[in-house]
C-alpha cells in the first residue's frame, strides 16, 4: 500500500519546525508503524537527507519510549495501542497522514518528532517512590492486601509514561499520568506512610513543570495505550485534598523542618 | 534508628489553594453552591404561574426573611462565590494555554464532549447573561415600566420585549451544558467518582441540566406566548 505523509521536521529544540512531505510507498499493509518509518528513512538516506526521527525502544508497547499524534490522534486511531504497535492496516491505501511530536510546553522538542519527557522524570522523583528498609525480598504474602487494592494498583501500575495522556489533554495536563503514579503506590500498603506527602510533592512539581490543568474531558483515558481511568485522577484529587487537610497533624508528628 | 531517606516535603513551597488542583476545588465548591443557586431560583420562580399574588408574595418573603438580612447574606454569598469561580476559571484557563504554545495542525477530540469543551465560552456567556439580569430584573433597567417590588409585572414586561427573551434562552441553553459538564466534574475534582457509579452521576448531571433548561426556558416562552399576561 501506499500512503502520504506531512512529518513534522525540526532541526533542534530552537530551531522552527515545519511539515515536509514524504510518501511511503509499496509498504506493507502488516508493517508496523516505526517499521514504515524504517523504510522511509532508508529511502531518505539513500538520497543523502536527513532521516526522520522518532523515539522507539521496545517496539512491543511496554516501554513507552515510543509515540507521535497520527492524525489527530496520540498513538494514531486504534484504542489502548502504542504507535510501536499499530499496523498499516489500520489506514487506508493512499490515505494522507499527518505526524506531530507531542504538543507541551513541559516536554520540548528535541528534533522532529522525539520530544523531552524528562517532566516526568522529576514528577516522579518528587514522591514517585517508597522508603523501606533494603534487604532480601520480603515474604509474598507477608504483608495482606485487598485483592481490589492489588488489582487496582496492578492497573494504575500498567502506565508505562508515555506522555501520550499530555498530548491528548486539550488542557496540556499530566493528571492521569501523575494519578497513575501515586495510585499504585498509595494502593499497597507500603507506599502508606508517604502517601499524603507524595501526592502534594507529585502535584507542585507536576504544576511548576509546567503541565496544564485538567478539565475532566476524559480525553487522557481514550488516548492511554494502557487505558488507565480517569477515576485515578479523582483518586489523585482525594489525596491531596486530604493531604491538606491532615497538614497540620503530619506537622506536628514530624516537627516543621520534616524528618 | 536514623531514617535512610527524608521523606518528601511536608509543607508546599506555594500554598495548596494556588495550586491547579486547589484552584480546581475552589471552582467546584463554588459551581456546587452557584449550581445549588439556580436549582432553588428556578423552583422559586415557578410561583409565576400561581399568579401576581404568590409571585410579588414570594418576592417579599425573600425580602423579609431574618429582617431583611437573609437576602443579603445569599447576595455576598453568590457574589464571593461568582468572583472565586470566575478567578480560578479564568487563571487555570491561562495555565491550560500556556502548556500548550504550539498548537496541533490536527486534533480529534475522542472521549470529551461539546459541553465540556465549550466551558470557558459559556461561562462568559453566563458571565454577561448574569450581568444583564441583575441590570434588568433587580435594578429595573431596559424596562421604562418597572417597579420594584411588582415582581410578576417586571418579569411580564421584560419577557415581552423579544430581545430579552431570545438572550435570556441562549443564556439557558449555554447555562445547561455548562451544568451537563460541570455538575458530574465537580465530584470528580472533589474526589468522588467510582466506575459504578460515574454513569449514574453524568445522567443525573444531565437530568439536572435538562430540568433547569426547561424549567427556566418555560417563562418566557409562557409570556411571549400569552399564557402569562
Ligand atoms: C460567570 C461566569 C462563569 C464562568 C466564566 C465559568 C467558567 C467555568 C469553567 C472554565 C469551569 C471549568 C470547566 C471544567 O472543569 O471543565 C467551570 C466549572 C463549573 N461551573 Fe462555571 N462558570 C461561570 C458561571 C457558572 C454558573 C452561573 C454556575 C452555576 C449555575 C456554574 C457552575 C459550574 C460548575 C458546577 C462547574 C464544575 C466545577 C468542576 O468542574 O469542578 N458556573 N465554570
Ligand atoms: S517502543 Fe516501547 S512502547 Fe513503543
Same mark, same amino acid.
Not at chain 1, 489506514?91 to 519527557?117: C, H, T, Y
Not at chain 2, 458571565?127 to 415582581?151: A, K, S
Given at each position: 500500500?501506499?500512503?502520504t505523509?506531512h512529518?513534522?521536521r525540526q532541526?533542534?529544540p530552537?530551531?522552527r519546525g515545519?511539515f515536509v512531505?514524504?510518501?511511503a510507498?509499496?509498504?506493507?499493509a502488516?508493517?508496523?508503524?516505526l517499521?514504515?518509518l524504517?523504510?522511509?528513512n532508508?529511502?531518505?538516506l539513500l538520497?543523502?537527507?536527513e532521516p526522520i526521527a522518532?523515539?522507539?525502544?521496545c517496539?512491543e508497547g511496554?516501554?513507552g519510549a515510543?509515540?507521535?499524534v497520527i492524525?489527530?490522534r496520540p498513538?494514531?486511531?486504534k484504542?489502548r495501542?502504542t504507535?510501536?504497535?499499530l499496523?498499516?492496516r489500520?489506514?487506508?491505501?493512499?490515505?494522507e497522514?499527518?505526524l506531530?511530536p507531542?504538543?507541551s510546553?513541559?516536554f520540548?522538542?528535541?528534533?522532529d518528532l522525539?520530544?523531552?519527557?524528562?517532566a516526568f522524570?522529576r514528577v516522579?522523583?518528587?514522591g514517585?517512590?517508597?522508603?523501606?528498609?533494603?534487604g532480601?525480598?520480603?515474604d509474598a504474602n507477608?504483608?495482606?492486601i485487598r485483592?481490589e487494592n492489588?488489582?487496582l494498583?496492578?492497573?494504575?501500575a500498567?502506565?508505562?509514561g508515555?506522555?501520550?495522556?499530555?498530548a491528548?489533554?486539550?488542557n496540556?495536563?499530566?493528571?492521569?499520568?501523575?494519578?497513575?503514579?501515586?495510585s499504585?503506590?498509595?494502593l499497597?500498603?507500603?507506599?502508606?506512610?508517604?502517601?499524603?506527602?507524595r501526592?502534594?510533592?507529585m502535584?507542585?512539581?507536576?504544576?511548576?513543570e509546567g503541565?496544564?490543568?485538567?478539565?475532566?474531558?476524559n480525553?487522557?483515558?481514550?488516548?492511554?495505550?494502557?487505558?488507565?481511568?480517569?477515576?485515578?485522577?479523582?483518586?489523585l484529587?482525594a489525596?491531596f485534598?486530604?493531604?491538606?487537610?491532615?497538614?497540620?497533624?503530619r506537622?506536628?508528628?514530624?516537627g516543621e523542618g520534616?524528618? | 534508628m536514623?531514617?535512610a531517606?527524608?521523606?518528601?516535603?511536608?509543607r508546599l513551597?506555594v500554598?495548596?489553594v494556588?495550586?491547579?488542583?486547589?484552584?480546581k476545588?475552589v471552582m467546584?465548591?463554588?459551581?456546587?453552591?452557584?449550581f445549588?443557586?439556580?436549582?432553588?431560583h428556578?423552583i422559586?420562580n415557578?410561583?409565576l404561574y400561581?399568579g401576581?399574588e404568590?409571585?410579588?408574595g414570594?418576592?417579599r418573603?425573600?425580602?423579609?426573611?431574618l429582617h431583611g438580612?437573609?437576602l443579603?447574606?445569599a &447576595?455576598?454569598?453568590l457574589l464571593t462565590c461568582?468572583v472565586l469561580?470566575v478567578w480560578? %476559571?479564568a487563571? !487555570?484557563? @491561562? +495555565?491550560?494555554?500556556?502548556a500548550?504554545?504550539?498548537?496541533?495542525?490536527?486534533?480529534k477530540?475522542k472521549?470529551?464532549?461539546y459541553?465540556?469543551?465549550t466551558m470557558r465560552w459559556?461561562g462568559?456567556?453566563?458571565?454577561?447573561?448574569?450581568?444583564?439580569h441583575?441590570?434588568?430584573l433587580t435594578?429595573?433597567h431596559?424596562?421604562?415600566?418597572?417597579?420594584?417590588?411588582?415582581?410578576y409585572?417586571?418579569v411580564?414586561?421584560a419577557? &415581552?420585549?423579544?430581545p430579552?427573551s431570545v438572550?435570556?434562552?441562549?443564556?439557558?441553553? %449555554?447555562?445547561? !451544558?455548562? @451544568? +451537563?459538564h460541570?455538575?458530574?466534574?465537580?465530584f470528580?475534582t472533589?474526589?468522588?467518582?467510582h466506575?459504578r457509579?460515574?454513569?449514574?452521576?453524568r445522567e443525573?448531571?444531565?437530568?439536572?441540566?435538562?430540568?433547569?433548561?426547561?424549567?427556566?426556558?418555560s417563562?418566557?416562552i409562557?409570556?411571549?406566548?400569552?399564557w402569562?399576561?
Amino acid at each position: 500500500m501506499n500512503l502520504t505523509l506531512h512529518v513534522w521536521r525540526q532541526k533542534g529544540p530552537r530551531e522552527r519546525g515545519r511539515f515536509v512531505t514524504y510518501r511511503a510507498t509499496d509498504v506493507s499493509a502488516d508493517m508496523s508503524f516505526l517499521e514504515m518509518l524504517d523504510v522511509v528513512n532508508e529511502g531518505l538516506l539513500l538520497k543523502g537527507e536527513e532521516p526522520i526521527a522518532f523515539d522507539h525502544d521496545c517496539r512491543e508497547g511496554i516501554c513507552g519510549a515510543c509515540g507521535m499524534v497520527i492524525n489527530g490522534r496520540p498513538h494514531g486511531p486504534k484504542a489502548r495501542t502504542t504507535t510501536c504497535q499499530l499496523h498499516l492496516r489500520s489506514f487506508r491505501d493512499g490515505q494522507e497522514l499527518w505526524l506531530e511530536p507531542w504538543r507541551s510546553r513541559a516536554f520540548p522538542v528535541v528534533k522532529d518528532l522525539i520530544v523531552d519527557r524528562g517532566a516526568f522524570d522529576r514528577v516522579i522523583q518528587a514522591g514517585g517512590y517508597i522508603s523501606a528498609a533494603i534487604g532480601s525480598a520480603p515474604d509474598a504474602n507477608a504483608v495482606p492486601i485487598r485483592k481490589e487494592n492489588a488489582d487496582l494498583a496492578m492497573d494504575a501500575a500498567a502506565c508505562i509514561g508515555c506522555g501520550a495522556c499530555v498530548a491528548a489533554c486539550p488542557n496540556g495536563s499530566a493528571m492521569l499520568f501523575t494519578a497513575a503514579k501515586i495510585s499504585h503506590l498509595g494502593l499497597l500498603a507500603q507506599g502508606q506512610p508517604e502517601r499524603y506527602e507524595r501526592a502534594a510533592a507529585m502535584v507542585e512539581t507536576m504544576d511548576a513543570e509546567g503541565f496544564g490543568s485538567c478539565t475532566n474531558h476524559n480525553e487522557c483515558e481514550a488516548a492511554c495505550p494502557k487505558g488507565i481511568s480517569v477515576a485515578f485522577i479523582a483518586r489523585l484529587n482525594a489525596d491531596f485534598v486530604r493531604a491538606r487537610l491532615t497538614e497540620g497533624r503530619r506537622l506536628e508528628q514530624v516537627g516543621e523542618g520534616g524528618v | 534508628m536514623t531514617t535512610a531517606t527524608a521523606p518528601a516535603a511536608l509543607r508546599l513551597k506555594v500554598p495548596y489553594v494556588a495550586s491547579t488542583i486547589g484552584r480546581k476545588v475552589v471552582m467546584a465548591v463554588t459551581g456546587l453552591v452557584l449550581f445549588g443557586f439556580v436549582l432553588v431560583h428556578m423552583i422559586g420562580n415557578l410561583t409565576l404561574y400561581a399568579g401576581p399574588e404568590a409571585m410579588d408574595g414570594y418576592s417579599r418573603f425573600l425580602h423579609t426573611f431574618l429582617h431583611g438580612g437573609g437576602l443579603w447574606i445569599a &447576595r455576598v454569598v453568590l457574589l464571593t462565590c461568582a468572583v472565586l469561580h470566575v478567578w480560578s %476559571a479564568a487563571s !487555570l484557563t @491561562l +495555565d491550560s494555554w500556556a502548556a500548550r504554545p504550539v498548537g496541533y495542525r490536527l486534533w480529534k477530540a475522542k472521549d470529551s464532549t461539546y459541553a465540556s469543551r465549550t466551558m470557558r465560552w459559556g461561562g462568559v456567556i453566563l458571565f454577561l447573561f448574569i450581568i444583564f439580569h441583575i441590570l434588568n430584573l433587580t435594578l429595573g433597567h431596559f424596562d421604562p415600566g418597572y417597579v420594584p417590588g411588582d415582581v410578576y409585572a417586571n418579569v411580564v414586561h421584560a419577557f &415581552r420585549q423579544w430581545p430579552v427573551s431570545v438572550f435570556y434562552i441562549v443564556a439557558m441553553f %449555554a447555562l445547561g !451544558l455548562h @451544568l +451537563d459538564h460541570g455538575v458530574w466534574s465537580l465530584f470528580h475534582t472533589l474526589g468522588f467518582s467510582h466506575p459504578r457509579y460515574k454513569r449514574w452521576l453524568r445522567e443525573a448531571a444531565r437530568g439536572f441540566a435538562i430540568l433547569l433548561v426547561v424549567g427556566n426556558c418555560s417563562f418566557p416562552i409562557a409570556v411571549l406566548a400569552g399564557w402569562v399576561r
